[in-house]
């Protein structure tokens, strides 16, 4: 059982691992995973520079950070989303921690009520290396489903909309970008992935008789930690890169996900996962990128890709329409 803390302690622990995310492999903005996007970058810019879109340059810093990108309003806003949506996600981890949550004893109390209505285990399995990879390819696959299907939802169901349509408001697209997000959606989507974790290894407990660690690199779960390696900051930038077409049916490259933020009409609603594409070939969502750069617009449409004009129209915005429609 998790200790008990109050709510000032478990704030700083908060903020102690955001500012070490940079330092180690925990945080997204790790120094690891921007080193990796900057030398997928490099390879892009080497191998493919006649076929860049317009952003291609002929040193290659300009070529990483175009000035127009970079120094655009749309940009500077993010900067500022980064800002305060870190400061609110600080706030909120460390008040669900202090409500005790159910995520630390949620699996077990599910596998206990399972074993006393269904019986024991039916598949019995030792723990050790190979259950582990097991164990660990279930938990990755349960959050990623997770974030599909709440990214689905989100477009899908209009009121939830409101809130997600902030993150498409971009009119280009940076690292930073990926923390543009309304509060709201933040929240939505932990909740959806500590009650898939929850149910999910509640069930792996009781159908195998084991919950045993997960295979962790550098204290990372190893597919998240892979995923984050390869290219994970270009995802939300102007440089395209894709994976060769064999790896594209099983996993989502950064160009997968720059069409989903593409304005044009043949590209809304596609590719709503995360690391897998097999949940978007389930939904009839998924989209094979080109090889080449189609040079794509961003924004919500063409007559008003931006309708935000401010942090606080940002944040205040979506609840009116929300309660308005």
Known sequence: MKEEKTFFVLLQNDVISFFRGYIDCSGQFSWLYLLCSVLLAVWVYSEHRTQVSSHSSSSFLSYLFPKK???????????????????????????????????????????????????????????????????????????????????????????????????????????????????????????????????????FRYLFGVQPQTIKIAGVEFWVFLFRVFGTHLRHSHIWFTFPRPFSYIFLSPAHHQLHHSRADEHIDKNFGAIFSFWDRLFGTHMMPPEEDPDLSFGLNKENPNPYHSVADTFIRPFRDFFRN
Not at 85 to 92: A, H, K, P, Q, R
Not at 158 to 178: D, E, G, M, N, Y
């Open 69 to 203: 990108i970079y120094t655009s309003f749309s940009a500077k806003q993010d900067y500022w989303l980064y800002l305060w949506n870190s400061i609110i996600g600080i706030l909120i981890s460390a008040w669900i921690a202090w409500m005790a949550f159910p995520i630390y004893e949620g699996p077990e109390k599910l596998a206990v009520w399972l074993e006393k209505n269904l019986g024991s285990s039916p598949f019995p399995l030792e723990d050790g290396f190979m259950t582990r990879l097991f164990f660990t390819t279930w938990i990755v696959l349960a959050n990623d489903f997770a974030v599909f299907f709440c990214h689905y939802m989100f477009h899908k169901l209009p009121r939830l909309w409101h809130f997600h349509r902030v993150h498409h408001s971009a009119q280009v697209l940076t690292p930073i970008t990926s923390n543009r997000t309304h509060p709201f959606d933040d929240i939505l989507n932990y909740l959806y992935g500590i009650a898939a974790l929850i149910v999910l290894g509640g069930l």
